[in-house]
């Protein structure tokens, strides 16, 4: 029997789609962060367009994917090209749970074909930690391994199974009578969002991070506060002077440690294994069941060890991207008329370069 399937496309800067795509994502999919309108419209600037993707089955909505739609421009001039992009964090599609092998082939075929008629030339996601890559039609990247966490029992197995340095680092924590407060749902006000910014920010600034990881402390206010029941956040005192704070999100049975940072003039105090270690104690707590802590700059830097410290037996995850050559013709043009070099480059090698490679120069 043939199915009946139905790609919808809609943007999300119409009042009346924000609202549609709002309660399929809380009635389809529990409401997850990662996509959240107030998230995703943070990354819509200037001739960006957010939209989304909405698969019907029979009439029934099977996939939801939002992208960034972007005009490409060469050297100042803007083309007739477009590509989309996900936004920072994990996304892609989001999959009912009765979703067919046969189902999400459609969907990337429908994608594609949407993608030839509109003049996307290429397309770059960010997948989430679910395989929900699986049935990609475009080049899958394994990117880094990230740290997830699950949960023992109990609170003394688990810092058993702590690797001892993380231990010691608690203890030394204790000895400075830090303090651990946990600021969960309807508790977190824009008084504490502001601790988390101010602290957040001065750490971005120290260690040179790229302008992705800058946002607005209007941004965390929006995010927070129009969906405070997915969000906790932690922070460690020393009398009474905030020291490290990480931001958390919730979603089911697991918690995300989304951003985070710490004063450095209090890296001897240890507070971010002593933060950590409080956090996990109140997850066992409540009933969660994995930490993700995603990864480090690249596999295998000091803060990836610091964060697989936690859970040194557990197995990592890979987080992977997706890259999507639509048209080769227009991606090659773009790409040589923003940088000659491009030319010169062996096409097995492409794979070591910026994604899309136009878009490289002016980053």
Not at 69 to 88: A, L, M, N, W
Not at 196 to 216: E, G, P
Not at 232 to 247: C, D, G, H, N, T
Not at 297 to 302: I, L, S, W
Request: glycine share 4%.
């Amino acid at each position: 029997m043939k199915q009946n399937y139905r790609l919808l496309t809609k943007n999300l800067d119409d009042s009346s789609d924000v609202l549609e795509y709002k309660a399929l994502l809380q009635n389809g999919w529990g409401n997850n962060v990662y996509y959240s309108a107030e998230h995703l419209q943070y990354f819509a600037q200037n001739s960006d367009k957010l939209k989304y993707f909405v698969l019907e089955k029979s009439d029934v909505p099977i996939v939801l994917m939002p992208l960034v739609f972007r005009t490409i421009t060469i050297k100042g001039k803007e083309s007739s090209y477009f590509d989309v992009i996900s936004p920072y964090g994990y996304n892609g599609p989001l999959f009912n749970d009765n979703i067919s092998e046969l189902d999400v082939i459609h969907f990337w075929e429908l994608i594609d074909q949407w993608y030839k008629k509109n003049n996307v030339v290429a397309e770059f996601i960010r997948f989430s930690l679910n395989q929900n890559y699986k049935g990609y039609s475009g080049n899958l990247i394994h990117t880094l391994s990230n740290v997830r966490g699950r949960f023992l029992e109990n609170f003394d197995d688990q810092w058993t199974a702590f690797n001892s340095k993380v231990r010691n680092n608690f203890r030394k924590a204790i000895n400075y009578n830090l303090e651990f407060r946990f600021y969960h749902k309807n508790e977190i006000t824009k008084d504490i969002i502001k601790i988390f910014n101010d602290i957040y920010v001065d750490t971005m600034k120290r260690n040179n991070a790229d302008s992705i990881y800058f946002f607005s402390i209007e941004y965390f206010e929006n995010l927070i506060l129009s969906n405070s029941n997915n969000f906790s956040i932690a922070i460690a005192y020393v009398e009474e002077k905030p020291i490290s704070v990480e931001l958390i999100i919730s979603y089911k049975d697991t918690i995300f440690a989304f951003l985070g940072g710490t004063n450095a003039e209090y890296f001897s105090h240890r507070p971010n294994d002593f933060l950590r270690v409080k956090i996990i104690e109140w997850a066992i707590a409540n009933n969660k069941k994995h930490y993700v802590l995603g990864g480090g700059m690249r596999d295998g830097d000091g803060l990836y060890k610091s964060k697989k410290a936690l859970f040194p037996k557990d197995e990592d995850v890979v987080f992977c991207t997706g890259r999507k050559i639509v048209n080769q013709k227009i991606y090659d043009e773009l790409s040589l008329s923003s940088d000659p070099e491009y030319a010169n480059i062996p096409k097995e090698d492409l794979n070591n370069h910026f994604f899309p490679y136009y878009r490289s120069i002016n980053r």
